[in-house]
């Protein structure tokens, strides 16, 4: 089954402790993103790939971090998380030109930072 | 300004209804447009693409406007189970560059 997985589901955290959220897709898309969602505001890019070891920031990518060195993996990084990265995430994959076909959204991490 | 700007709503409608909600954006030069259906608290899932000729899925039509850069998306026959928020999307001249709306929401009553 064509799975984009996230993990973890909900998290609760303090500020300052690094975490990871981890995204790992089967399809073998070359296409992978980061979005946050939070009232109001929609959802926002934080970082995108379009290959492995190629990735560029989005429109909000203060505070976070991505790698990609393998084509299924894009893991999100917050090195020290503050409260205002309290949001819900997404990670999105796209096997061609995502402008063409839109994304596959995982199924999302609740991330609260007290 | 924002990038896209929908009616948050909600609409609140009876079951069989025809509903229709508009989405505006503000690059004239936006390249491929979408409808995104999500559920409270779940991921977002594409609806369908939108195309410059207007196309249908099912009870679903959504039209693209550019002259006026608004796209639209009607819902004939509401279902109990179209309640949701539906998310307008625009992609722009960067292929990976998506900007979402904020959504609007539809409560479809008995």
């Known amino acids: 089954e064509a799975q984009v997985t996230q993990n973890p589901r909900y998290l609760i955290t303090v500020t300052g402790k690094k975490l990871t959220v981890t995204c790992s897709q089967n399809?073998?898309?070359?296409?992978m993103s980061w979005y946050r969602q939070d009232p109001g505001l929609g959802l926002r890019q934080i970082y995108y790939?379009?290959?492995?070891?190629?990735?560029d920031k989005g429109d909000v990518p203060e505070g976070y971090k991505v790698s990609r060195k393998e084509k299924r993996n894009f893991p999100l990084i917050l090195e020290s998380p503050s409260p205002n990265q309290t949001s819900l995430y997404f990670c999105?994959?796209?096997?061609?030109?995502?402008?063409?076909?839109?994304?596959?959204f995982g199924s999302g991490t609740r991330l609260t930072v007290v | 300004r924002k990038e896209v700007e929908q009616d948050p709503g909600p609409f609140n409608v009876p079951e069989g209804a025809t509903v229709a909600f508009n989405c505006t954006y503000s690059?004239?030069?936006?390249?491929?447009f979408f409808w995104y259906r999500q559920d409270c608290r779940k991921e977002p899932k594409l609806l369908m693409s939108?195309?410059?000729s207007g196309n249908e899925d099912g009870r679903f039509t959504a039209q693209l406007n550019r002259a006026s850069q608004y796209i639209s998306l009607l819902i004939r026959d509401s279902k109990l189970s179209d309640s949701a928020t539906y998310l307008c999307?625009?992609?722009?001249?960067?292929?990976?560059?998506?900007?979402f709306g904020s959504g609007t929401k539809l409560n479809v009553k008995p």
């Open positions: 790939s379009m290959n492995v070891e190629v990735t």
């Open positions: 690059n004239s030069a936006s390249q491929s």
């Open positions: 399809m073998n898309h070359e296409y």
């Open positions: 999105a994959t796209s096997g061609g030109r995502a402008g063409n076909y839109g994304y596959t």
């Open positions: 999307v625009v992609n722009e001249n960067n292929f990976n560059k998506f900007y």
């Open positions: 939108v195309y410059s």
